[in-house]
């Protein structure tokens, strides 16, 4: 058990940067499951992390706005490519996605195959670091993230198509630097997942406490038994996906039929 590790300073901001993710992900997993488009966000977040390996190979910083600026210009070229097969070959548009997410893996593999430390990037690109996240990163993600929320929510109807991606795009690119390939494919899917069939309010109102419950959770159980933060949060958003369904269900079983 480490308890150490259960400090403000670490878990602080490691707990916003969370919060700021399922902010974003919750509303567009939604879309996403809605849509049938799985595995859109691996396959964004994937391009998203080619555009910051390929930044890294030019010896940019890792945080600087170099590879901030390649990251979000790698996604939003997926997003257009992505947006061109659901137009032009909708049916195989999923298994396409498939085929996009496998050719930037192998592609960031290829990139690293020479670099001493690429096994580590790589690892880190998947599982992220959120454990390292600083005040100071935090700042342009939340500036960010009320930009997309405000959008989304206001500006919803016109978000068709080429939108959608873009906005997708966006939203993508500032998480996966933070928490990680797996924890992005978590934060949009699995809360989705927890609130489908229910009404617009009260599946986000599932959705945010999924996410919310499951970072916080994960993050303090990470802590003390030591373990990498971003795979028990997946865990612990998922457990907490299930117990919150096991609930909901109990409760509908137990409304008479006129109530429901």
Do not use: C
Request: aromatic content about 10%.
């Amino acid at each position: 058990m480490n308890v150490d590790g259960m400090t403000l300073s670490i878990l602080g901001p490691a707990f916003i940067a969370g919060l700021l993710v399922v902010a974003t992900h919750v509303p567009l997993g939604q879309e996403v499951l809605k849509r049938g488009i799985i595995f859109i966000d691996l396959a964004i977040a994937q391009i998203a992390g080619l555009g910051v390996i390929l930044a890294s190979q030019f010896g940019w910083q890792a945080h600087g706005w170099e590879v901030q600026l390649a990251a979000l210009t790698s996604a939003l070229i997926g997003a257009w490519i992505l947006s061109l097969m659901e137009k032009f070959w909708g049916s195989i548009q999923e298994a396409l996605i498939g085929v996009i997410f496998i050719l930037s893996a192998t592609a960031s593999i290829l990139l690293l195959a020479n670099n001493p430390q690429g096994g580590e990037h790589l690892k880190e690109l998947l599982v992220g670091q959120i454990l390292w996240v600083t005040w100071e990163q935090l700042i342009p993600i939340a500036l960010m993230t009320i930009a997309i929320l405000v959008a989304w929510f206001k500006f919803r109807q016109y978000f068709n198509g080429m939108g959608f991606y873009l906005i997708f795009a966006m939203a993508v690119t500032s998480s996966v630097q933070l928490v990680g390939v797996y924890l992005v494919f978590a934060s949009l899917i699995i809360p989705a997942l927890a609130s489908n069939n229910y009404k617009a309010k009260p599946a986000l109102i599932i959705g945010y406490t999924v996410g919310i419950l499951g970072y916080g959770l994960g993050l303090i159980f990470s802590s003390i038994i030591d373990l990498p933060s971003g795979a028990v949060i997946v865990w612990s958003i998922t457990i907490i996906a299930l117990i919150i369904q096991i609930i909901f269900k109990r409760k509908l079983k137990k409304t008479p039929k006129y109530l429901n």
